[in-house]
């Protein structure tokens, strides 16, 4: 009861999942990836085994259709099920059983699996195809475009409950010691796509690396912005200088790595959201 976009990009080395559903936590159940294997999106009454299992076909040296029939052949509910899958090599499959409650139904292309189930109309599908092919940019804004097309084109005709989104890639992890690089899970709100979006650019706030031409001078309006900041926050007070406070209330936000030490700069996209977070 859900509908998900299944997809890679082989040249940034990048699979993931991205999924909504009127269902809490719908993260918990369907995504599932490793890097330079593969992706598996298994929901519709969820065998939750294909997540694991697909994944190690796959490692193994199975195509995503081949092990899409390998898991299905063992199942006797696969009617019941629904399936998107992509394998190493970008090759995709995706599966709807006959008994899926309608609208329900899947397409494939070229390093993408994009499949619903009792979807509010048989537009979801397509828009969602639409967005991701036309969107640029990394892996994680193209499926999440899709997901919120999808959406916002009807999405689960029951309704909104949860979102969540799951990419790896090779070292992607923080500190490069494991490959999940993102995963981000909505378990229940009003308009969970939405606020996944919000958590997506959080994410690249805090760990992201902006360009040098992103970065904002530390002096005459930005400096009386950020003044009346740390004042207000109880970081500036008397015998305390501006650099150790702007240090503390940068440290104790997370953005060090966003700001030049000696209080020189501090990058544009931290600057706006600080201003928005605490300006008045």
């Known amino acids: 009861m859900t509908f998900s976009i299944v997809a890679c990009d082989l040249k940034e080395k990048t699979w993931g999942v991205a999924v909504a559903s009127k269902f809490p936590a719908v993260g918990a159940v369907v995504p599932w990836a490793r890097a330079e294997v593969g992706a598996v999106a298994t929901q519709s009454f969820a065998n939750t085994s ?4 697909g994944l190690q076909m796959m490692e193994q ?4 259709k081949q092990a899409l029939a390998a ?3 063992h199942d006797p509910d696969k009617e019941h099920r629904q ?3 992509v394998d190493m090599k970008g090759n995709a499959a995706t599966f709807t059983g ?3 409650y309608n609208w329900a139904g899947g397409v494939t292309g070229k390093g993408y699996a994009i499949q619903g189930n009792i979807l509010a109309n048989s537009k979801v599908v397509p ?3 639409k967005k991701f092919l036309a969107t640029k940019g990394d892996l994680p804004t193209r499926l999440y475009a899709a997901l919120l097309a999808g959406d916002r084109a009807g999405g689960d005709r029951r309704g909104r409950q949860s979102a969540a989104i799951y990419v790896v890639k090779p070292h992607g992890g923080y500190g490069g010691f494991i490959d999940r690089w993102l995963d981000y899970r909505v378990d229940d709100h009003d308009d969970p796509v939405l606020r996944l979006g919000e958590l997506l650019e959080l994410h690249r706030l805090y760990f992201d690396k902006s360009n040098e031409d992103e970065r904002v001078e530390i002096k005459g309006k930005t400096l009386e912005q950020l003044t009346a900041i740390l004042k207000v926050q109880g970081y500036l007070k008397r015998g305390i200088t501006f650099q150790a406070a702007f240090n503390a209330f940068i440290g104790n936000e997370n953005f060090e790595e966003r700001a030049n030490a000696n209080a020189e700069w501090i990058d544009k996209p931290v600057l706006k959201y600080l201003l928005k977070k605490f300006g008045k």
Not at 50 to 53: A, L, W
Not at 61 to 64: D, H
């Open 50 to 53: 294909f997540g694991p299992s």
């Open 127 to 129: 828009a969602m195809e």
């Open 83 to 85: 399936v998107g899958i």
């Open 98 to 100: 006959s008994i899926c």
């Open 71 to 73: 898991m299905l052949r």
């Open 61 to 64: 040296g199975l195509s995503a």
